[in-house]
């Protein structure tokens, strides 16, 4: 559905695409303020967040945003190689919807995913994968997670797999803040009842297993011999605070999971356009209702706009997206009918990207 959105804007004739061209290098922004009446900046959040943890740069951690973009077929990633034929057990840190889809592929039967438009490179491997166990951790409890109940429930429902939960993380997170967060909250609560609803014993005979634990903080990644990650060292951690602002506080208890592979999804981060300068405390583009501000004051940079990631931070989906950008396109219309944006700027727009390789829609 999304494709077919993009084709219907794509092949209006009042449209025009201009693929493999890389503003900062190829061209500044300041060319398009030059040469545009409005410029849209929506480039979203094109690195990782870092744990910062001691060993995270070796061999098996990765961040969770290259192994989505392998499986989808990135151009920029068709020679990565996770060698998952070497690989028994996984640690996922993090529990956000991209964590859940990570779990999912990496579980999910490889003839169910010949069916969809996964990458045929991926699906070869995950054939050959002898992957048999997922641990999909966070530091705070089950009340905080960040996944949605959707995803959750058909993680739960993977055949010939058994999702575990452990009794006492449970416990320890539903603490008497835990219980207010989730009071007048229908959605949270029902994503806390398939939680906690989930196999708590530990016992399967199924071949594969997946475990959602909670209240657990990584202080340090393992190599082996080879320089191969072997395991993760975890701080086992507290809930303390009132509701809605609770903080996971460690108590000096720690835990070792051994994995051979380590996706961390911490999130996903903004980095700077030249000539653009990001807020540091929300690495996101200052802004009012979409209309970009230089730096933190109020004051506009004229005709430069801005809409999603970029906007607002990595959170969300499309769904949330939609709205976000609505609110941009409304500033940008308001912006043209009270006379604030010229009609045309520069009639030979077409000189900027005369001498570049530029690919169009067809």
Known sequence: ??????????????VTFRGNVCVGRDIQVSDLLDSYSAVVLAVGASSDNKLGVP????????SARTFVNWYNG???????????????????????NVALDCARILMKDPDVLDTTDISRKALNALRSSRVRSVSIIGRRS?????????????????????????????????????????????????????????????????????????????TRFEASATGRCKSVCFDRNILQGPPFSQRAVGTGEKLRIPCQLVLVAAGYKCESLPGVELDPSTNTLSHIQGRVTRGQSSDLEPHLYVTGWYKRGAQGIIGTNIPDAKQTADSILTDYRDGNLESSKNAEVENLFSSLNVVSWD
């Open 1 to 14: 559905n999304v494709m077919k959105t993009f084709q219907e804007i794509m092949r209006n004739e009042k």
């Open 55 to 62: 060993g995270e740069e070796i061999t098996g951690v990765v």
């Open 74 to 96: 990135h151009p920029d990633f068709a020679n990565y190689d996770f060698q998952l034929e070497d690989v028994n057990d996984v640690v996922i840190i993090g529990q956000g």
């Open 142 to 218: 089950h009340v905080q997670i960040a996944c949605k109940i959707k995803e959750t429930r058909e993680l739960s429902r993977l055949p010939g797999v058994v999702t575990h939960v452990s009794k006492d993380e449970l416990k320890s997170g539903m603490t008497s803040a835990s219980e207010e967060e989730i009071k007048n909250d229908r959605p949270r609560r029902r994503l806390t009842d398939l939680i906690t609803g989930l196999n708590i014993s530990g016992e399967t005979e199924e071949a594969k297993a997946m475990s959602l634990r909670f209240l657990l903080t990584p």
